[in-house]
DNA sequence: TTAATATATGAACAGATATTCATATGAAAG
DNA sequence: CTTTCATATGAATATCTGTTCATATATTAA
């Protein structure tokens, strides 16, 4: 453990104003939700219309599991949700939160 | 392979307008990279104040090695831009991009 | 009821990733 | 030149994560 501390008022001054541990871990969550491409594809997919299951399976190029494991977890993320008619399962986006973000994302890709 | 396909000409038409692979690829990096608890919370330090390498160990109870090697990954992504004075490498925010990422990031969680 | 279809899920595996530890580099001080 | 200090880096390890495969569930049709 290197103790230096070259600035020791500065850094303490920072971390005081840090936020809780709680919150910054929660955000990475956030951010790792749209940190794969699978995920990805499926959150820009349903940005254009909402979709089932089997029909976000073709657009992304995937198996009808793997999308439905990563639905789960965008899911319980709250990023997206669902409706139930007869045996198909539609999604769309959540809310706009998740638009903002993705476009944000998409604006400093392009930038670059 | 499911390949069932329920709306098909809506399917097609989606398919037809996804981005590329490869830019949908390279937004679900960046997301990534906010996507660790270490990292956000350097982005988060930075945001407030340029600071070196023993400072940010301290502010986020980690040590110099880890902090060194998340640093180099802010930077290959073009996060974070470092100066050097002596000894001592002083890192800070890349630009306004990376706060407004973290910024909507947050506003997300706390609306939940 | 039985068959067919859409989706969900659990287990297993492979690949990715963050931390640690030891050590290297590079710059200033003595 | 040697020592000290701040940072960087490589290897090893343990953990996490996404996909696959097989199968379960649930709904509709026959």
Redesign the interface.
């Known amino acids: ?7 020791e008022d ?2 303490k001054k ?2 005081n ?3 809780s ?1 709680e ?15 699978t ?3 499926i959150i ?2 349903l940005k ?2 909402e ?2 299951v ?2 976000l ?3 992304t190029n995937s ?2 599991s793997a999308i439905s494991h990563q639905l789960r977890i965008l899911k319980q993320a ?1 990023l997206v949700k669902s409706r139930k008619d007869g045996k ?1 399962v539609y999604y769309s986006l959540k809310d706009n ?2 638009i ?3 476009m ?9």
């Open positions: 453990m290197n103790e230096c501390i070259l600035h500065l850094a920072v971390k104003k840090m936020l541990d919150i910054l871990f929660d955000i990475a969550e956030v951010f790792k939700i749209f940190g794969d491409s995920r990805i594809k820009y997919a254009l219309s979709l089932c089997c029909d399976a073709f657009i198996t009808q709250k198909v939160h998740v903002k973000l993705f944000i994302g998409r604006e400093h890709v392009e930038e670059l």
